[in-house]
């Protein structure tokens, strides 16, 4: 038995909290509802639905029952992990390239993400 308990959580870390969230919300939410979507909010065709483009139909009426996640300054999102450390959450997978996110936010070299998690 592995007791391990691993969850997902967006990410998109900027000094500028405004910055982080039009970086990273909308592919977080994106992620959400792409997940949802054959089951609760569309009949999907592969190779022919446009998942984004309904996205953006209904972004602003969808519930925001995973709130921002990881998304936010540093401090922002230390907080954020610590909870999950508190309540015993052993590894955190990072949802970052989702939706319209780009590459070169991930990787900016002026993002603190990188050297960003340090709870103790």
Known sequence: MNPNVALVTGMSCHEDEQEAINRGLDGFRFFGYSLGYVG????HRPGITDMWQ???EVKDRLPDNAGRGGIGTPAQLRAH????EDAGVDQVIFVQQCGRNKHEHICDPHSPSKSLISLS
């Open 40 to 43: 609760i909010y569309g009949d």
């Open 54 to 56: 309904r996205f953006e």
């Open 81 to 84: 992990l610590k909870g999950y």
